[in-house]
């Protein structure tokens, strides 16, 4: 025990140092540049400037599905320590901007219209506030869109797309287009060289190879940044330098020999795992709750039952019943999977494990209270602060609050009832993390199902993936230490229900 302390004191300062180190960094990236935020006919922007010199040309940089502003900020402020104005926005429905994205989102002239119109008036204000010259960078859903405004705008000298999918470019369109993908990024890679080669004249397009004439607008390049994926892309050096590059040719500016390049991206995962190690030795505060601990107990003899059925019951049941109810893109989707999928858990809990029901109150249920509550603050705290401030867009508009409480309602069922199941004495080793598979394979179906009104779920299950993760270890310390499943289950239902109500696009219904 005394080991174990020591064990644990080690690591809390351990993580405070990481966090420490990771803060000042992160405080320090947007250095050597000054910033002000401003609005354009009620979009969000912010405007990134050197510090000294007059205006640059200017780029509009816009992000992707879910994402926001802040995403996009390694870009913005590399280019504007570079002399140029570099000018990032909310898009409708997204990040900050208040106002809903209006349209159907699977018509060119539905939300793509609203998208594309939004950008043309975002564009114009940002070549006003630069020097007259204007080129366009987007990211993953955007890059369809800047290619469109490219394509209809001639003053676009340069389009820089990341994470390209877009059916818009054609031979001759847009102009001077370096398109960049991760390398794990498949089949936006083949889709990449594809329309490079429109104009390389080549059998097939080589990565890191410009073709075409830059002067006349007519330059294409692929560049793969090593590494990455379609997140993490962002923050890419390879992306960044690549990125600055491009239109420094594209303006005839002189190449900068060693450019100052916006590098958050390790100190994000510094600070993020420096927040998850100092979990461990906090755990260790929580009050014991239940003892024995609670939970089903199952093994793996009788597991399998409540771990399958959901995954294959939710997805065909859903198919046959509405779930257009709530304002935001598969969200309502989202909701209903995972309060059908936790009802499912549950009764199939009951049928292995008759008479031992989860809605068991618990006998120290002030105790259960103030675990769960210390669990979820520190979720808030050291996760949700710091995605907002450095990262993307985590605390929401009020129109969303209501979107916040009705996903609540949905993974309370699930994770409470998952907790419930694959924790206890005697509970099979590895049961948490089949069930989670079990559950990624069942949006994989549901997709499979209807894909045209689900495929969205596809870009997101990464980030899922990575939230089991994080709040997994989370909730197995807190069971460790209070033997009660309620107390991860349900800072992981709200963790689950703020990261999808706050990130995905809010529509008008």
């Known amino acids: 025990m005394i080991r174990l302390a020591w064990q644990r004191w080690a690591v809390g300062g351990a993580a405070l140092v990481a966090i420490i180190v990771a803060l000042i960094d992160l405080q320090g990236a947007a250095g050597g540049i000054r910033t002000e935020t401003m609005s354009a006919d009620g979009t969000p922007m912010t405007v990134y400037r050197p510090l000294a010199g007059g205006p640059g040309p ?11 502003q802040q995403l996009m900020q390694p870009f913005a402020v590399t280019l504007a320590r570079q002399g140029y104005t570099a000018v990032t926005f909310d898009f409708a429905g997204h990040g900050r901007n208040p106002n809903p994205l209006t349209g159907n989102i699977t018509r060119e002239d539905g939300a793509t219209r609203t998208l594309l119109d939004e950008t043309a008036r975002v564009a114009e204000r940002a070549k006003a506030l630069g020097d007259g010259r204007l080129a366009l960078l987007g990211h993953s859903m955007a890059t369809d869109i800047i290619v469109r405004q490219a394509r209809r705008d001639p003053a676009v000298a340069a389009t820089v797309a990341v994470s390209m999918f877009s059916p818009a470019v054609t031979a001759t369109t847009p102009r001077n287009l370096l398109v960049i993908v991760g390398a794990w990024e498949g089949g936006l890679k083949a889709e990449a060289l594809r329309v490079t080669g429109l104009v390389s004249g080549a059998v097939a397009a080589v990565p890191g190879v ?30 960044l330098r690549e990125a600055l590059a491009w239109l420094d040719m594209t303006f005839g500016r002189p190449p ?30 929580l009050p014991v709750v239940a003892d024995p601990p609670a939970g089903a107990g199952l093994g793996w003899r009788r597991i399998w039952l409540p771990v399958m059925a959901p995954a294959i019951v939710t997805p065909l049941m859903l198919r046959l019943v509405p779930t257009n109810f709530l304002p935001v893109i598969v969200g309502d989707y989202l909701a209903m999977h995972f309060a059908v999928y936790g009802l499912t858990t549950a009764l199939a809990t009951a049928v292995v494990r008759p008479g031992h029901s989860l809605s068991r109150p618990a006998r120290q249920g002030r105790r259960l209270a103030t675990a769960a509550g210390a669990v979820i603050a520190f979720g808030f705290i050291a996760i949700v602060w710091p995605i907002d401030s450095y990262v993307t867009s985590f605390v929401p508009h009020s129109s969303r609050l209501v979107l916040f409480l009705a996903m609540l309602a949905g993974t309370l069922c699930f994770f409470l009832s998952d907790e419930w199941l694959t924790r206890g004495v005697g509970a099979a080793r590895g049961a948490y993390v089949a069930s989670k598979i079990a559950f990624l394979v069942s949006l994989g179906l549901a997709v499979a199902l209807d894909f045209e009104r689900l495929f969205f779920l596809l870009i997101i299950i990464p980030v899922i993936v990575v939230f089991f993760v994080v709040y997994g270890l989370f909730s197995a310390w807190a069971y460790r230490a209070t033997g009660h499943p309620f107390v991860g289950g349900s800072a992981n239902a709200v963790a689950f229900a703020w990261a999808i109500a706050v990130t995905f696009p809010f529509l008008a219904r």
């Open 256 to 285: 900068a020999a060693a450019p100052e390049l916006d590098g958050r991206g390790p100190a994000i995962l510094l600070l993020l795992a420096g927040v998850v190690l100092l979990a461990w030795p906090l755990a260790a505060l």
């Open 58 to 68: 200017a780029v509009l940089i816009a992000h992707g599905f879910a994402g926001s």
């Open 210 to 239: 410009t073709y075409g004439d830059i002067a006349t607008g007519g330059a294409r390049r692929v560049a793969i940044s090593p590494h990455t994926e379609h997140v993490s892309v962002l923050y890419s050096e390879t992306s």
